[in-house]
């Protein structure tokens, strides 16, 4: 068995640790000018001129049945979908908002869809909700704000009141998880509370005197004390993410490849965490958009991110038609043949043991099965022709690629070949591999322990 404990977890992380990989999907108004979810804030556009996108929001090329299949041919075992980001737009029916979709040509409660959808295809459900909130007419302008250089500003955050948005949150929240059936994750984005010595940091140059909580939002804004309990009274098993800035199951570093094993700050525990990454750059749809991962890259994001005990959280932003564009399915594509094969060393796998990370050779990964039988050496860089292993001698049972089943012979104390200088030691193993790398990315050692 794994000698890894994980700090405990309020919600149910026991199918999430072992299932690994779950698609994001950024969806909304802002798939419209398709340059960003933060176009709003970003190019400080006029609420009439937003409008515009609700106007003419329809997408309808969409079929959840279609998403929930390409997210489980590419292996995928869960999905987080936007009910509403930033924008504060609502993907589903709220009785608390005329900004929603059923108010748009589009006229269905795509939220309701989705989930239908992906548990009917057997993957789990979740959903994003954006704490932040550039419509509502009670979140007070802050330093993030689309509204917050109009010459009015001051003016506009007058009789704003945090604490009817709170409730409008909780309100939101409750729906989410009273009308679509059993939701797994609840994700919110994200906490800026601003520091007292923000004066100094010239990153916070947006703040202005009038802004309400010194231009920032954290857990005693959005209330988060009782928004969690809201949710947990709802759905006491469910995964809630850090981003409140209350400690709930998961840590969620973003765009970013940890290098160890993310720890409690105060405990050091281990905790369980899910990095997030996007294809591009962008969460939602960027047309214009060229810096696309390789396939390479989306591989080795996978595998470095279980090798460390941790999630891969692969994000799509469809178009505003509704359906995942070419580029989106060639990477989806991707992982389907990667997974087709070598999903083995995926699910039910995490960090191998201290005894082989010790070893682990120079241009590889490795993980390891929940139940500690098998280990899997992740060939990040091709080795020539020999793949020498100290530690492991008397160790291995079998060994064999993964995505052909086909025997990887190997000696031990040293190689069969009678090249002078080779290395000899009684720890050691050899692995022979074939000379020339087999067509597929990062090809896996399948490693049966004795
Ligand atoms: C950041 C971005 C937000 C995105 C989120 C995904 O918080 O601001 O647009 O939804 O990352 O993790």
Request: charged share 25%; with cysteine.
């Amino acid at each position: 068995m794994s000698s890894y404990v994980t700090r405990k977890t309020p919600g149910n992380t026991a199918w999430f640790t072992h299932d690994r990989f779950g698609m994001f999907i950024h969806f909304g108004l802002y798939a419209q000018p398709a340059r960003h979810e933060w176009i709003k804030t970003n190019e400080f556009i006029p609420e009439e001129k937003y409008n515009k996108y609700f106007e003419h929001f329809n997408p309808d090329m969409f079929d959840a049945r279609q998403w929930a299949k390409t997210a489980k041919a590419a292996g995928m075992k869960y999905a987080v979908l936007t009910a509403k980001h930033h924008e504060g737009f609502c993907m589903f029916d709220s009785k608390y908002t005329d900004y929603k979709i059923t108010n748009t040509a589009f006229g269905r409660d795509l939220v309701k869809e989705y989930a239908d959808a992906f548990r009917a295809e057997g993957l789990h459900v979740g959903l994003y909700y954006s704490l932040i909130d550039w419509h509502h007419p009670d979140f007070p302008i802050d330093r993030l704000h689309p509204r917050r250089k109009d010459a009015d500003a001051e003016q506009q955050d007058k009789g704003r009141d945090m604490k009817k948005y709170a409730k409008y949150m909780r309100d939101q929240v409750t729906e989410l998880l009273t009308n679509y059936g059993k939701i797994d994750i609840l994700w919110f984005d994200f906490s800026y509370s601003t520091p007292d010595d923000y004066a100094s940091n010239p990153s916070y140059s947006e703040i202005k005197p009038w802004m309400q909580f010194k231009g920032g939002k954290g857990k005693e804004q959005w209330e988060a004390e009782e928004l969690i309990k809201t949710a947990r009274s709802l759905q006491p098993d469910i995964i809630i993410d850090n981003r409140t800035e209350i400690e709930q199951d998961i840590v969620t570093p973003e765009q970013y490849q940890v290098l160890s094993w993310p720890r409690h700050p105060e405990t050091n525990e281990l905790l369980v965490w899910e990095a997030c990454q996007t294809f591009s750059g962008s969460w939602g749809y960027y047309r214009d958009e060229q810096t696309w991962k390789s396939p390479k890259m989306l591989i080795d994001m996978l595998i470095n991110t279980v090798s460390l005990g941790g999630n891969l959280l692969m994000n799509v932003g469809p178009t505003a038609r509704g359906y995942f564009d070419k580029r989106a399915n060639n990477a989806l594509a991707v992982y389907e043949e990667w997974m087709k094969y070598n999903s083995r060393a995926i699910y039910g796998c995490t960090m191998a043991e201290p005894e082989f990370l010790d070893v682990a050779p120079r241009g590889t990964r490795l993980t390891q099965s929940a139940d500690g039988k098998r280990l899997y050496i992740h060939l990040m860089e091709y080795p020539y022709h020999y793949l020498e292993m100290h530690g492991m001698a008397g160790k291995i049972e079998y060994a064999q690629f993964l995505h052909d089943a086909s025997e990887i012979l190997f000696t031990e104390k040293g190689s069969n070949h009678f090249s002078e200088g080779r290395t000899k030691s009684d720890d050691l193993v050899v692995f022979e591999l074939p000379y020339i790398k087999p067509d597929v990315i990062d090809p896996v050692i399948e490693v049966f322990l004795k």
